[in-house]
C-alpha cells in the first residue's frame, strides 16, 4: 500500500503478558516514530529510528519498552510483562528523509488494550 | 524544553462560519510548527507547516495558518466551516536549533464541531 500500515489494529491481552505491534513504513523512508497516544491526549514520542539505527529512545516509558527495525524498514516495538497503564494507541509514522521541516506520515495505530 | 498549548478543549462553529482552533508554543529557537487533524479511529493526517518565510501558510482542505513570533501563536483558520471538518486537530512544534534531531511534540488537542 501506498501509506503506513499498522498491525494488528486492535490487540488485547492480560497484564504480564508480552505483545509486539508491527509497523510498515513507506517504501524508502528513512525517517520511522513511535508515538503513545492515551485516550484524551496527544501523541507522546517514544522512539525514533534512522534506517536501523536507534537514534533516540528517549521516550520509551520503561526498561519493558523495546523497539526495533532491523533491516531500516518494518520496526517492531514489543511490551514485556504489560501493566494496565500501557494501554494506549500506538502510532507508526515515517517521513521520507532526516530534513526536520518535512512531516510525518501516520500509521492509523494499535490499539491496545490491558485487562 | 519544548511545549505546545491548545487552551481550548472543543470548539463549536456552524456550517459557513469561519473556525479558529488556537495553537502557543514555546521553543528556545526558531520554530517548526504543524496541524495535523485527526479522525476517529484512524491516524493523523498533516494539514500544514511554517517554517521559514511568509506568515501566513496556506494547506490542504482549504485551511491556513498563522504564524505570530512575538505571540508565540499559530493558530489554524478556515474562512468557511464545513461538518466534514469536524474532527480533532492538534498542533507540534520541533526545535532544529539544536545539535542532533529533536522530537516533535504535540498539543493535547482541540475538537472542532461544525453544526449544519
Known amino acids: 500500500g501506498a501509506g503506513v500500515s499498522q498491525s494488528p489494529r486492535y490487540k488485547v491481552a492480560k497484564r504480564g503478558q508480552d505483545v509486539a505491534l508491527r509497523c510498515d513504513p513507506i517504501?524508502?523512508?528513512?525517517?520511522l516514530f513511535w508515538y503513545q497516544q492515551a485516550l484524551g491526549q496527544g501523541p507522546e514520542f517514544l522512539t525514533y529510528?534512522?534506517?536501523?539505527?536507534?537514534?533516540?529512545k528517549s521516550g520509551l516509558p520503561s526498561d519493558r519498552f523495546f523497539a526495533e527495525r532491523p533491516e531500516g524498514s518494518v520496526s517492531t516495538l514489543k511490551i514485556q510483562r504489560t501493566q494496565q497503564e500501557d494501554s494506549a494507541v500506538y502510532l507508526c509514522?515515517?517521513?521520507?528523509?532526516?530534513?526536520?521541516?518535512?512531516?510525518?506520515?501516520f500509521g492509523d495505530g494499535t490499539r491496545l488494550s490491558i485487562l | 524544553a519544548q511545549s505546545v498549548a491548545q487552551p481550548e478543549d472543543q470548539v463549536n462553529v456552524a456550517e459557513g462560519n469561519p473556525l479558529t482552533v488556537k495553537c502557543t508554543y514555546s521553543?528556545?529557537?526558531?520554530?517548526?510548527l504543524f496541524w495535523y487533524v485527526q479522525y476517529p479511529n484512524r491516524g493523523l493526517q498533516f494539514l500544514l507547516k511554517?517554517?521559514?518565510?511568509?506568515?501566513l501558510v496556506k494547506g490542504s482542505y482549504g485551511f491556513e495558518a498563522e504564524f505570530n513570533k512575538s505571540q508565540t501563536s499559530f493558530h489554524l483558520k478556515k474562512p468557511s466551516a464545513l461538518v466534514s471538518d469536524s474532527a480533532l486537530y492538534f498542533c507540534?512544534?520541533?526545535?532544529?536549533?539544536?545539535?542532533?534531531?529533536?522530537?516533535?511534540?504535540f498539543g493535547k488537542g482541540t475538537m472542532l464541531l461544525v453544526s449544519p
Open positions: 529510528f534512522q534506517n536501523e539505527a536507534q537514534l533516540d
Open positions: 507540534a512544534v520541533r526545535d532544529p536549533s539544536g545539535s542532533g534531531y529533536s522530537t516533535l511534540t
Open positions: 517504501s524508502g523512508h528513512v525517517s
Open positions: 509514522a515515517s517521513s521520507p528523509n532526516r530534513q526536520q521541516g518535512q512531516p510525518q506520515h
Open positions: 511554517y517554517i521559514t518565510g511568509d506568515n
Open positions: 521553543v528556545s529557537g526558531n520554530p517548526y
